[in-house]
C-alpha cells in the first residue's frame, strides 16, 4: 500500500542534519489523457463484434420476428424522405407516432438515405450500431477518467462484448443513440457545460425515457457542481435551450409540450395497473370497411375507457390521411389508440405489398405527396384525404 509522503515541520527545517522530504503530486485516477491504444482497442472490439452479429450471424434485412418497431422507425424516415418539406418541416408516418418517437431518429436515417442513395433498413441498422460502439468507447473513457485504466479496461470490454448490447446496438432502434448522447453529456462535463446540457436535450429528442435521464443529471449536476469549482449556469442554461425549443416544437404540432412523455404515462404506466392504458377523454377512430362485430365492440372499448387526445393531434395530416389504410388492422384488435391510427405491424415491410390489410408503402408515399396541407379546423381535409386515401388502397 503506497503512503503519501509526510511533510516536513518547521523545527526539522531549521535543522542543519536532518534531511527534508518535499511532497509529491499524487495524480488522482485518469487525470492524463487515455491511452490510445486501449481505447482503439475497445473500439474496434465493440465495432468488429456488432459487424460480424450483424452481417454474419443474422440477417441484415430482419430484424427479428415479431421486433417491428424497427421496421416503423424505418418507415417514418422513408415516408418523411418520400414526401419532403412540401408541408413544412415535419416527420411523416401512417400512424402517427412521429411525434411519440422523437425526431433524432428518423433524421438520422434521412440524411443517410440522401447520403448513400439506399433507402435500405440495412443503413438505419448501421446508425445504431455505430452509436452503440460510440458508447462502448465512452465507457472506457468515462472509467478512465474516474477509476482508472484497470476500470476503464474491465468496463470497456463489457460493453463492447456484452450480447445483449450487441443485440441491441445492431437492431435499428433509437435506444443506442440515447444511451450514447447521455454518456457523451457526462463526459462532456464539467469543462464543456453547455454542450452537456445539450447533448442531454438531444438525447431526450431520441428516447423518452432521457427525459427523465437529463432531469436527474442536471439536479446532480446543481448539487455537485460547487465541489468540482464549475460553474452551473452554461450547462443548466444548455438543457434549456435544447428542451425549450424541443417542447415548443410539441405545443405546436400535438398541443401538448410533453407529449411523449404524457403518452408514454398513459399507454405504459396506467397499462401497468390493469386499465390498458386509457385516460379519461375521447378518441375519434375511423375505420374502413370494419368487419361485422368490430364497430359495436370498438364503440364500447371507446366508450368504456377512452383516450385523451388533443384537437391539433386528432387534425394530424398523418392520422387523416395516410392513418386510413391502417385502420383496419385497428379494428381487428379493437384498441383505440391515438388519433386512431396506430396499428402494431405483424410483419415485415417486404411482405406488405401482399397484405390486404395494409397499402404498399410506395404507392402510399406517391398518394401521400400529391396531398394538400394540414386540414382546417372543421375536419373537411381530413375526410376528403380520407376518401381518396380508402379509394387509393382499394386499387
Known sequence: MRLLPRLADENELDHPGWPVIRAERVEAPGTGPPPIGWLGAITGTALIARLTYLFLVGDPENAGDGFTDAYHHWQIAYLTKEVGLAHGPRLWDMRGWEYFWGPVHPLLMDALFFATGSTDLVVARMISLLFGTFAAALIFLL?????????????GAFAALSPPAIFNDTAGLPEPIAIALTLLGIWLTPRRGFWAGVAWAVAAMARVEAWLFGA????????????LGASRAPLVIGWLLGMGLYSKFLLDQTGNPIYPLYVNFQFVG???????????????????????????????????????????LRRH???????????????????????????????????????????????????????????????????????????????
Open 216 to 227: 436527474g443529471l442536471v439536479v446532480a449536476w446543481l448539487i455537485g457542481a460547487g465541489k
Open 270 to 312: 396506467l397499462a401497468a395497473q390493469g386499465t390498458g392504458g386509457q385516460a379519461s377523454a375521447h378518441v375519434r377512430v375511423r375505420l374502413l370497411s370494419p368487419q361485422p362485430g368490430h364497430l359495436s365492440a370498438l364503440r364500447d372499448r371507446v366508450e368504456g375507457a377512452p383516450v385523451r387526445v388533443s384537437a391539433r
Open 317 to 395: 395530416p398523418a392520422c387523416g390521411r395516410a392513418g386510413e389504410v391502417a385502420a383496419r388492422a385497428q379494428a381487428r384488435h379493437a384498441t383505440p389508440e391515438v388519433g386512431g391510427c396506430r396499428d402494431r405491424p405483424r410483419r415485415r415491410p417486404a411482405a406488405v405489398d401482399s397484405d390486404p390489410e395494409h397499402v404498399h408503402l410506395d404507392r402510399a408515399a406517391v398518394h401521400l405527396r400529391g396531398l394538400p396541407g394540414p386540414p382546417d379546423r372543421d375536419g373537411a381535409q381530413p375526410a376528403r384525404a380520407s376518401r381518396r386515401g380508402a379509394e387509393h388502397a382499394r386499387r
Open 143 to 155: 472509467c478512465h477518467r474516474y477509476w482508472g485504466l484497470g476500470v476503464a479496461v474491465v468496463a
